[in-house]
Each structure stands twice: as C-alpha cells, then as structure tokens.
C-alpha cells in the first residue's frame, strides 16, 4: 500500500488502484498514523487530535465512524489498519516520503505541501499539520530548495477564551464557526494592510480574545485578535447573541447581530 503524503493526498495499491477514503478526518488519521513512529497511536490520542471539540462519547462514536470508513475504503487492504479498545495502528505501507526524498525535496521546494486538501478544521490537528509542514521543511531544506525569496510558511494560531456563563455548547459551537469565518476573511482580505506584508514584516502569531457578559436575554461580546509580538490590538469587532424564547428550541436558532467596532476595545 503506497500513500502520498506530499501534495493532494492520496492511497494507492500495487496495481495503482485508487484506495483514497473520501472523509477529510479519515485521511488526517492515517496520516497521523503515518507520521507516528512505530504508526501506533492511543484511541484517546486520536479523539483529541481530531475530536477536540466534542465529549468523550461523542469523540469515541466518531472515531469508530471514521474506522469504519477507512475499512471500506481500503477494501481488501483493510488488515493494514489495526484496532481494539485501546490503540490504533498501520502497517505494511510506504509512503512518497520514505520511498522517493528528493523526490519530495523538489516538491516542496516548487510550492507543494503536507497533506493539501486535507479541511479538517479541529485546532488541535491544525496545529499538528502546521508542526509537521515546519519539521518537513526543516528536514528537506524546502525553504533553501525554493530558491532566494522563498520563505517557509508562518502558522498562527487564534486562541478562544471563555464563553459568558450560561452559553449552551450548541450556541457555543455556532459562535465558534462564525468567529472562525470572520477571522479568516479578514486575514485573507487585509493581511497586507494589517501585518505590513509589503514591506517584509511577518506576524509572529495571533490571540482570539472573547470577553462577555448576559444581560437579560442577550450576550453581549468582546472579540479582539492581537498580535503576539506587541499585543497591539489588529482587529476587533462587537457580537450581541440573543438568546432564544423558551419553548422555540435549537430549531429557531440564536439571532447573531455583529457591529462593527473601529476603535480598539479596551
């Protein structure tokens, strides 16, 4: 079983027959069991790296979803993947890393990426990927590779602190997706403007700050990211989420209404 780590991701046999599961989260975890010396890791391990976000039921059901699916996936490959009720393993595969590294040298050294495509968008694996797509290029050279002018990647990361007492993982999950939205629309948009890209300066990282408080039926939040480097405030913006009427349920949903804050939130 050969799988290409380098680019679009992809799991093949020895005929070239395309064994490529379809869900992003069943990819990510064999690709953090291919990453993994000895490509062994705890159940536990998986759940928080992919999972990061839900409890620890919910977290165990979807890593036997995604078991399941790579199972079908490999067809009869399935005896590479191993698992009982405490770890997950992989084995009798090579991956374009081990087999061809100047291959995979060259690749980066063209613009090319670890696991490209892969939208998987639990922080814990995000933070993962952008370690792993550092020590790549740290071991292949790709940023020297590139040639003069090419730098390496610079991850962020944005941090969510804690929602105002009395928010419902629902809404709390809801928030988060917008928030998420928003933040990655304005880095997109105004990255220049905001980090001075022009004239070579490059964020050392971020700080998602949310503060907040209910008053009456309504929260009314603080949202602030701040640079790592001076802990000047870059961008900032004001929610108000209204809590639902009682008896309208999750079906009527959270009216969110976002102003718009040019000043600095103190």
Request: include cysteine.
């Amino acid at each position: 079983m050969f799988i290409r780590l380098i680019g679009l991701f992809q799991v093949q046999d020895a005929e070239g027959r395309d064994l490529t599961p379809r869900g992003a989260k069943a990819r990510a975890m064999l690709a953090l069991l291919c990453q993994t010396p000895g490509h062994s890791r705890p159940r536990r391990w998986l759940e928080s790296r992919l999972w990061s976000d839900r409890g620890q039921e919910q977290a165990s059901g979807s890593l036997r979803q995604a078991l399941t699916e790579l199972r079908k996936s490999l067809g009869p490959l399935a005896s590479h993947l191993h698992s009982d009720r405490d770890c997950v393993a992989l084995s009798g595969f090579t991956t374009d890393i081990e087999g061809d590294p100047r291959a995979v040298q060259l690749a980066l050294a063209a613009g090319r990426e670890f696991l490209e495509g892969i939208d998987v968008i639990d922080p814990a694996f995000c933070a993962w990927l952008a370690e792993e797509r550092q020590r790549l290029a740290r071991q292949f050279g790709a940023a020297e590779a590139g040639g003069p002018g090419r730098a390496a990647s610079q991850p962020f990361r944005l941090r969510i602190g804690a929602m105002p007492e009395g928010t419902g993982a629902e809404l709390a999950r809801d928030l988060g997706e917008a928030v998420a939205r928003l933040a990655a629309e304005y880095l997109l948009r105004d990255r220049a403007a905001a980090f001075g890209a022009s004239r070579g300066e490059r964020p050392e990282g971020l700080d998602l700050q949310i503060e907040g408080a209910w008053s009456e039926d309504r929260a009314h939040l603080k949202l602030r990211l701040v640079a790592q480097s001076d802990r000047k405030t870059i961008w900032s913006q004001r929610l108000i989420v209204t809590r639902p009427a009682p008896g309208e349920g999750s079906a009527a949903g959270a009216a969110l209404v976002f102003e718009t804050s040019d000043a600095p939130i103190m």
